[in-house]
């Protein structure tokens, strides 16, 4: 059964650990995923983009597909299924679909249309039940068209953002999406302290998880992070793994490739990021 992520995420901001949120594309990226967080007993948030969504044949389709899963292989660890990066629309989408948690990313709005917007989902949120993200400061790169430079959130605005009783908040702190570039300036530290200070307990999220060194991603989580965000990453172990799967010449035979055993690889590749990820960030035994 899926559950809101506010519980998880609660007793990862007290025992200053995170959970993973790993971002799904498939039937293959999912059950890789659900059966890591099983084997190492750590609670998890699938992700889902809205583009995303698109590809796996709309949002009821990923309820249905994800709670089939939790049925079939038995998982019993918390599991979150959660929009990422959500429009206003999305948002509604989801929460009518069937999610069990949703971001609002209204970053790219004047504050006060962001405030607007985010009041109106929170009330809906907390009458399903659901939990919900908002986001304070562009995260840099690309997500779904949304491109943000890896700007740093003004404190104030966050704590205007975090006092509307969203569950969790993502902060831009420097963090980017995709791959991080030689010049990059690193994590603002002195930022997220200051946005910690202003927020109190609320549970802090990092986006952009993939390429970030290990001590800032422990320092991050001393400072209140209590949710990271991992896709590019399963993005590139997938493809490098699927890749060396067709070059090898396997599963021929003059049949072509099953794609069972062309996929395989991909998924194996999958769960060793996941797990080396649920390690860094401390969630191993956390269920």
């Known amino acids: 059964m899926l559950v809101s992520a506010k519980e998880m995420l609660t007793k990862a901001k007290a025992g200053k650990y995170a959970v993973g949120q790993f971002?799904?594309?498939?039937?293959?990226?999912?059950?890789s995923i659900l059966l890591t967080a099983q084997e190492l007993n750590s609670p998890v948030i699938l992700g889902v983009s809205?583009?995303?969504?698109?590809?796996?044949?709309?949002?009821?389709?990923?309820?249905?597909?994800?709670?089939?899963?939790?049925?079939?292989?038995?998982?019993?660890?918390?599991?979150?299924?959660?929009?990422?990066?959500?429009?206003y629309e999305g948002a509604l989408?989801?929460?009518?679909?069937?999610?069990?948690?949703?971001?609002?990313d209204g970053s790219h709005y004047p504050?006060?249309?962001?405030?607007?917007?985010t009041t109106e989902l929170v009330k809906l949120c907390n009458e399903k039940g659901i939990s919900i993200e908002a986001e304070v400061g562009s995260i840099g790169g690309e997500e779904d068209g949304v491109v943000g430079a890896g700007e740093c959130a003004d404190p104030d605005e966050c704590k205007?953002?975090?006092?509307?009783?969203?569950?969790?908040?993502?902060?831009?702190?420097?963090?980017?999406?995709?791959?991080?570039?030689?010049?990059?300036?690193?994590l603002s530290f002195d930022t997220?302290?200051?946005?910690?200070?202003?927020?109190?307990?609320?549970?802090?999220?990092?986006?952009?998880?993939t390429g970030i060194p290990a001590d800032m991603i422990q320092k991050a989580i001393s400072l209140g992070v209590s949710k990271i965000n991992v896709n590019t990453e399963c993005q590139l172990a997938f493809q490098e793994a699927t890749r060396k799967y067709i070059e090898a010449g396997k599963d021929l035979?003059?049949?072509?490739?099953?794609?069972?055993?062309?996929?395989?690889?991909?998924?194996?590749?999958?769960?060793?990021?996941?797990?080396?990820?649920?390690?860094?960030?401390?969630?191993?035994?956390?269920?």
Request: glycine share 14%.
């Open 160 to 186: 205007m953002v975090a006092d509307l009783g969203v569950t969790m908040l993502a902060a831009g702190i420097g963090n980017i999406h995709g791959k991080y570039p030689d010049n990059w300036a690193g």
């Open 23 to 31: 971002n799904i594309n498939n039937l293959e990226w999912t059950k």
């Open 192 to 209: 997220l302290d200051a946005i910690q200070q202003k927020t109190g307990d609320m549970p802090l999220v990092l986006h952009g998880g």
């Open 253 to 287: 035979e003059g049949k072509g490739f099953d794609p069972r055993k062309l996929l395989a690889p991909g998924a194996d590749a999958i769960k060793a990021t996941v797990k080396e990820k649920m390690e860094l960030f401390g969630s191993v035994g956390k269920a």
């Open 111 to 117: 504050i006060e249309e962001n405030v607007a917007k």
């Open 93 to 104: 989408a989801c929460i009518e679909a069937g999610f069990s948690s949703v971001m609002f």
């Open 50 to 87: 809205e583009g995303a969504g698109k590809y796996m044949c709309g949002y009821k389709t990923i309820v249905g597909m994800v709670n089939g899963m939790l049925e079939e292989l038995k998982i019993t660890v918390p599991v979150a299924l959660h929009l990422d990066h959500g429009s």
